[in-house]
């Protein structure tokens, strides 16, 4: 199984940038599709971003400004977070799926971290 550990959050002002990690131990690392999801108060868990073998998706909100990316040395995956608006503040969870195809649903994610949380100032 995998454990899953995210660092990284806290206050910005709009506009400004944030990087988040998630380090992953126990199962190999790179079998494991990987994706970041958020919630926000009053929310659903929404996907922000998933990452397989070379493929990425991005939820239309932040594209252009969030890149995904891992590496799998450190058995680490990133969120770099530009141009951030208020609404991006969410807690922010890394999750992990037991196959390298990755999914946009919350289901198909078996390990999560504890979650970040995300506060942008207006």
């Known amino acids: 199984q995998v454990q899953l550990v995210e660092s990284g959050g806290g206050l910005v002002q709009a506009g400004g940038s944030l990087r988040l990690s998630c380090a992953a131990s126990?199962?190999?690392?790179?079998?494991?599709?990987m994706g970041w999801f958020r919630q926000a108060p009053g929310k659903e868990r929404e996907v922000v971003a998933t990452?397989?073998?070379?493929?990425?998706y991005y939820r239309d909100s932040v594209k252009g400004r969030f890149t995904i990316f891992r590496d799998n040395v450190k058995n680490t995956i990133y969120l770099q977070m530009d141009s951030l608006k208020p609404e991006d503040t969410a807690v922010y969870y890394c999750a992990a799926r037991s196959t390298p195809y990755p999914s946009r649903s919350i289901h198909d994610y078996q390990f999560w971290g504890q979650g970040t949380q995300v506060t942008i100032s207006s």
């Open positions: 126990g199962r190999t690392f790179s079998g494991n599709a």
């Open positions: 990452r397989g073998i070379s493929l990425s």
